[in-house]
């Protein structure tokens, strides 16, 4: 697991450091550990191989927001944590779906059950789906499929980075919502199941998915779904 730390306050990021070092202990994990105390330097290394990362926001002469909007650009699945003084920079964090908030004067309580958090989304985004097409065993990361689609019994599951941007198989939409609903999969309505984690507008006549995809939901069933997105995603990316 590679985690990135940066703050330019060089005891913060060295404290970080031995509390990620001690919970990787006490959960049996190896972990790679990369520290910067100048933000320039971190927005001109390569971000894409980062699972977790802690940002300061206060920083100069780019913030932790400019340098979350690289991290999220090349690799859209790692957890992003904001270590800030602040805590009005919250709403900041949403464009980059911000995992947590962590409050310097609050971190040596706090920063267990957060990296606990962050530990568990990091086993989501990894977790694998299996199918078969024509006897061929299939599995994708779960973290790659943007949304599924059914005809019939037909599944159709439409991905983010592949060499192939479709499988089709034989399945039931039922249980496959079943399945994949505890996973962050939401049944807009009878034919989609929508990966939650890349909803970017969420509206009575459209879902809108990453790269500008837009799906109709159910007019029926519009304000259960709603509620249930918002309840996912209020507990998932908003909890300080």
């Known amino acids: 697991m590679n985690i990135l730390i940066c703050d ?3 005891f913060a990021a060295e404290k970080i450091v031995k509390l990620v ?3 990787a202990v006490q959960h049996h994990l190896a972990v790679s550990v990369v520290k910067y105390t100048d933000v320039e330097k971190c927005l001109a290394s390569p971000l894409n191989q980062c699972d977790i990362a802690f940002f300061d926001i206060d920083m100069k002469p780019y913030n932790g927001i ?3 909007r690289k991290l999220h650009n090349e690799n859209p699945n790692a957890i992003i944590i ?3 003084n602040y805590i009005e920079y919250a ?3 949403y464009e980059v779906n911000a995992f947590r908030y962590l409050l310097k004067p609050e971190m040596d309580k706090n920063f267990e059950r957060i990296f606990e958090d962050a530990l568990e989304a990091y086993k989501k985004n990894h977790q694998i789906v299996s199918f078969s097409i024509d006897a061929e065993h299939i599995e994708v990361p779960v973290h790659n499929i943007l949304y599924l689609e059914s005809e019939q019994r037909i599944m159709q599951m439409h991905l983010l980075q592949s060499d192939r941007v479709c499988h089709r198989f034989y399945a039931s939409m039922t249980k496959m919502a079943a ?4 996973m962050g999969f939401l049944r807009i309505q009878k034919s989609y199941l929508v990966n939650m984690h890349y909803v970017e507008i969420f509206q009575y006549n459209k879902v809108q998915l990453r790269g500008g995809l837009c799906l ?3 007019e029926k069933n519009y304000s259960e779904l709603k509620q249930k997105y918002l309840h ?3 507990k998932s990316r908003w909890m300080l």
């Not at 399945?179 to 505890?182: I, M, S, T």
């Open 66 to 68: 400019d340098l979350a």
């Open 8 to 10: 330019d306050e060089g």
């Open 232 to 234: 996912w995603r209020g």
């Open 21 to 23: 070092s001690h919970s």
């Open 82 to 84: 904001f270590v800030t």
């Open 216 to 218: 109709a939901p159910s």
């Open 91 to 93: 709403p900041a964090g």
């Open 179 to 182: 399945e994949l609903g505890p």
